[in-house]
């Protein structure tokens, strides 16, 4: 985990984090391990899927990995060289977490395609102090760039 940036969104004070995470245990433990460090900021997460295969192999685990998460926006995959589609889509993931009502009655979660996109969604959102956590194997850092 890495903090890139502190800065104010909408006039909140926004930490923003970036984590390499692209398995679903990383991912839980990467989320806990901010929850318990910063327990009074919202935590907004936004993770891009790597790989079709991965997402495919790991996609029930994938989905009860954002459980402790506030917000969750769920981003294209990121293809590999070897691998540029497959028969999965991050829509599907998005909405596979939201069947699962027992656990994210409470937390919104979000289909973006892109990082632009993504970062016009927490522009329009924020309305509190926040953590928003980065995580992928992907180019998914760059959100920084948008603040």
Same mark, same amino acid.
């Given at each position: 985990? *890495? $903090?890139?940036?502190?800065?104010?969104?909408?006039?909140?004070?926004?930490?923003?984090?970036?984590?390499?995470?692209?398995?679903?245990?990383?991912?839980?433990?990467?989320? /806990?391990?901010?929850?318990? /460090?910063?327990?009074?900021?919202?935590?907004?997460?936004?993770?891009?899927?790597?790989?079709? /295969?991965?997402?495919?192999? %790991?996609?029930?685990?994938?989905?009860?990995?954002?459980?402790?998460?506030?917000?969750? $926006? $769920?981003?294209?995959?990121?293809?590999?060289?070897? *691998?540029?589609?497959?028969?999965?889509?991050?829509?599907? %993931?998005?909405?596979?977490?939201?069947?699962?009502?027992?656990?994210? *009655?409470?937390?919104?979660?979000?289909?973006?395609?892109?990082?632009? =996109?993504?970062?016009?969604?927490?522009?329009?959102?924020?309305?509190?102090?926040?953590?928003?956590?980065? $995580? =992928?194997? /992907?180019?998914?850092?760059?959100? *920084?760039?948008?603040?």
């Amino acid at each position: 985990m *890495e $903090i890139k940036k502190i800065t104010l969104i909408n006039g909140y004070k926004c930490i923003i984090m970036d984590d390499y995470g692209h398995h679903p245990t990383e991912i839980k433990a990467t989320i /806990s391990a901010i929850k318990k /460090s910063y327990p009074k900021l919202k935590l907004w997460t936004v993770f891009q899927p790597h790989t079709f /295969s991965r997402t495919e192999a %790991l996609f029930n685990d994938f989905a009860k990995s954002f459980q402790l998460s506030d917000e969750t $926006i $769920i981003l294209d995959i990121y293809p590999s060289k070897r *691998e540029t589609e497959g028969k999965i889509h991050a829509r599907d %993931l998005v909405k596979k977490i939201l069947a699962d009502k027992d656990i994210f *009655e409470k937390q919104k979660v979000y289909y973006i395609s892109n990082i632009a =996109g993504a970062a016009r969604l927490l522009k329009d959102k924020i309305k509190e102090d926040c953590l928003i956590l980065t $995580i =992928g194997a /992907s180019n998914v850092w760059e959100l *920084e760039k948008y603040f």
